[in-house]
């Protein structure tokens, strides 16, 4: 369990970062919290020619309001956006979602960027984010873009983010009205990958469910609430959710299982997002 | 001293960093290895290519199956069990590989990762066979895999044990049960994992190999009997040992190898194992299907047991307690604590394309208790009885002592039943199941647990003799000295994994000789000192300790004969303590051991006509058959019924073990086992895909209890002493042994009204569901 030999280099700004994922012809990769990719290396499952240490550049670990959105640099921890007062007040699901990452220590390093770069399926803050319709900020040699969160995942552990290309923010709009919201999530053990996972958001009239570890990607499902028929209308969108699902099974829990807890967690999500 | 839970001699180093462990050790030119392990499971080899390997930067050496020095060796596990079928186990694969994981090259660089990158290099050229992982499959007709030519039925080893006339007492039953249940693979997992460092002294011959094994004079034995070496020219140290729990109890190919590197190089050699390859190679255990019929009269008195066990061996038969461990362990202990005549149990150990199965703690039993409680749990449901009637009708009672079980097994155990009546009496039995009355009222699946078991421990040599292995375990060696100045080393056969032994060794002879504990060392896991087989089978406590306690009455009898000749009194009117010995009827008088010791070192020719100077004694102690311990356990559960997950909200553990040496020891054991159960029976599970890959060789899918999967534990004592030296009974195992029993009774309990049953582990989320969905 000893990764295969890599250069390391620090990066002190994104524009160093960029040129140096750039000049490693798509055999670098940027470092992060390093609690995904280090183990990857230590397996030999990864093996980058090249390690752009992003951790000194202190612009990726912004947390502000700008524009009507929150601004979460790629470097902030999940531990901060557990606790920081400002995620708290305008986006408490990605809140909710950090703390059931791993474990404190775990919490400490990994990072927003690098949790959605690595795209688990089973991760949190993927299906935050793209719960609530997250843009990323990405850099690359030719200048910046933004991507919508729920473009960025094309595959289990793969994205479209190119290979000298990287996430600097992750902004997260912050809506007029009152949305609810609401999380739910089974796992093996306290702090394990979610086996399910449901993050809801619901506006008068409409709820989505965005589902974890079921597919490769982050599933959005939406439908109509009828604030009338609250609970049919919950059975019903969970019910749509179990539909449209295809999980597979594994060592975890069988397919038939997790297609059941599908029900489960979204329902429980979505009563946590009506408030009843 | 004993009794009490004085500060551990082993914390002031292991506490504070300063232990030594087989990793911590460096030599000079030290050399480190790395494995190639195989991707297949089962294939015929054509060819390993260490070419580029052997070309990498750092790499000394590569040397694969068909190396002179590794293909003429191998580890052959013996017994003379009449069906036994034995086999080689080869130091690296050659010719054939029989599970993913099993060594095919080794290569030894300056540093691991250089080793680790040249491993990466070597290309295993092979043909997949058709493997089997599943033991049931293995043996059944027709199987196309066919692991060692020399058992083309894969079975390695059976035996059937039979007393009475069970097809008879079964007919005459009022009620037969008849069910299949299935236990789990389990992995060891200690903290540390395998390690080793080898050093060859080509000046004078000796080879000297530092591990963490639990067994130093057995391995010491394999080794020098492997390498042709003279045994007295062999050497090995087990220094502190960060956990064993029995996967460290075998000898491995991995430990004779690193012995043949360092021969050949002449440098020393290191290897110590991560997790992914503890996961993949070092041994597995309690892979284990069950097809029982239990008899029972209508007042819930057991009749008969019938019972077929097949024992998933792995690929190899482990050196050296053979296939034949867990289906021996699992045909001689099924009925537990409880009274059958009429038992017939058939037990298998079949060889699979997986690794090999080895001693785990509570070895098997785990297994049978879980078989035998959820049978009196089953059957108790049919009878409409209680299940606490229908164990205590069964128990074997104090006044059936000495009791030969079917099993021919003599139990000395009289507290089963007060075990049983412990834990009942602390859980509150009556307030738990009304409390499960008003919760399923509200809808909520609250269940109860029960498990009572035995431990066969201290066995001595005609314990022991059941294996028919070349070795009987059946004593262990002490030798206790004083230095000149009065101070005491005990050197003892034994080896320590954490369990605490120099603490509880140093307790012995300090109550025995008279001393302060402060003034006792104790040294262990040197095979340059006594004798001893080492850790297993709970044996180290009882027989250990017991050469300790004889071996210092022998040099306390030597210092009473010493100051009665200096003091010129009556052997009769001295006695030993606080390190003086002294006149029976002037306490102040006396001379102190110190002056004993020094007069017999320095003044040698003040010492009783014909006594040798010196002072130190060797004994062993051999407790012929062994002692049981004695344990009951109850958990109280709630099951999740929209999800299948389980909440252990109360275990409880009462155990008899004898004489408690150091009660905070004694609970850290147990409470270290009923952890390790409850991982057992909710977690942990190692799975091979059909084409034998293992599927969880990392610790995110082979999942350990953690801090929030264990309660609070509620652990009680019946202390009855043994018949042995110190009256110990064996601890190290017990409270593994009840907890998957206690802890699927109080699941299937809990979902009584919907008819589940929980007869194969482990116990997860989604298996309890699909069973709910499938009862309703
Ligand atoms: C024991 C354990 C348990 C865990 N449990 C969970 C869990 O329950 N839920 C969960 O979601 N996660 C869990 N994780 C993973 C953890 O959340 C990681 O922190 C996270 O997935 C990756 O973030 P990181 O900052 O550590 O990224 P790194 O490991 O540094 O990098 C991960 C990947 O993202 C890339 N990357 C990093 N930053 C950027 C960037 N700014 N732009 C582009 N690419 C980038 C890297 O090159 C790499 O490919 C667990 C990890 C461990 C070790």
Redesign the pocket.
Known sequence: MKPAPFRYVRAGSVAEAVAELAAAGGDA???????????LMNLRL?RPAVLVD?NPIAE?ERLEVEDGRLVIG?LVR?RRLATDPLVAAHAPLLAEAAR????GA?RA???I???L??A?P????PCAAVALGAELSVAGPGGARTLAAAALVDGAYSTR?AED????AVRVPITAGPVGWGFAEI?RRH????LVLAAATAVPGRAVVTLGGVASAPLRIDGELDPQQREEAIAGLAARCVELCEPAGDVHATADWRRAMVGVVATRALRDALRC | MLGTSVPRKEDARLLTGRGRYVSDLRLPGMLHVAFVRSPLAHGRIRGVDADAARAAPGVVAVVTGDDPEVAGRELRARSSLSSYVETAQPLLARDRVRFNGEAVAAVVATDRYLAEDAADLVVLDGDPLPAVVDARAACAPGCAAVVHEEAPDNVLVRRRFEAGDVDSALAAAHLVVERELRTNRHAGVPLEGRAGVASWDAGDGTLTLWSGTQIPHMIRHGIAELLGLPERRVRVLAPDVGGGFGVKASLYPEDALLCVLAIRLGRPVRWVEDRLEHLLSASHARDHVYRVRAGLDADGTVRALDADVICNAGAYSLWPYTAALEPLMAGGLLAGPYRVDHYRCEVRGVATNTAPSGPYRGVARPATVFVMERMLDIAAAALGLDPVAVRRRNLVRAEDVPYTSATRLVHDSRTYGACLDAVLERLDYAAVRDEQRRMRGAGRALGVGLAVYNELTGMGSAASAGPRMPFRTGYEMATVRLDPEGGVTVLAGTTSQGQGLETTLAQIAADELGVAYDDVDVRMGDTQGPYGFGAFASRQGVIGGGAVLLAARAVRDRIVQIAAHLLEAAEADLRVEDGRVRPVDAPDLGISIADVARVAYHEAHRLPEGMSPGLEETRTYDPVRGTFAAGAQAAVVEVDRTTGEVRVLRHLCVEDAGRVYHPAIVAGQIEGGLAQGIGGALHEHHVYDPDGRLMTATL?DYLLPAATDVPAFEVGHVDDPAATVTGARGVGEGSTLGVAAALANAVADALSPWGVETNTLPLTPSRIHAALEEAT
Do not use: C, N
């Open positions: 990769k940027p470092l992060a919290g390093g609690q995904s990719l280090v183990p990864a992003l990726l790629a999940h059931w990452i791993g474990h775990i390093r990994g990072t960027g690098g949790s770069a690595h688990d089973a991760a949190e803050l983010l290309e990287m996430i600097t796992a702090g394990d990958f979610a | 995110m």
